[in-house]
């Protein structure tokens, strides 16, 4: 079983940064493919970015750009860079994890099993 725990959300005015972090439970971190998702009030539930067990990335592309995933596999940690936010990304932000490898991490909420409880960002002046 695989805990996330996120961390670093807020409220931030428009062309702003923020820098969201996840924290992982689990031995086999650097086997895991990571992502972040958000869901917006009365939105479902969407892709923002995923890095895989290889370092392989894939974006949005109303993200890419603009926010960067990375991951410190010495820490079994996944950060979430923001740059440049805009009120049309105001949402809560989820981590998640799954122990499957593809060579492109998948953008799809199912091939994911652990989530965290989500943080939530809000770009607003």
């Known amino acids: 079983q695989v805990q996330l725990v996120e961390s670093g959300g807020g409220l931030v005015q428009p062309g702003g940064s923020l820098r969201l972090s996840c924290v992982a439970s689990g031995r086999t971190f650097s086997s895991y493919t990571m992502a972040w998702f958000r869901q917006a009030p009365a939105k479902e539930r969407e892709f923002v970015t995923a890095?895989?067990?290889?370092?392989?990335?894939t974006y949005t592309a109303s993200t890419k750009g603009r926010f960067t995933i990375s991951k410190d596999n010495a820490k079994n940690m996944v950060y979430l860079q923001m740059n440049n936010l805009k009120p049309e990304d105001t949402a809560v932000y989820y981590c998640?994890?799954?122990?499957?490898?593809?060579?492109?991490?998948?953008?799809?909420?199912?091939?994911?099993?652990?989530w965290g409880q989500g943080t939530q960002v809000t770009v607003s002046s």
């Open positions: 890095i895989g067990w290889n370092g392989g990335r």
């Open positions: 998640a994890a799954s122990d499957k490898r593809a060579v492109t991490p998948s953008s799809d909420l199912k091939w994911y099993e652990y």
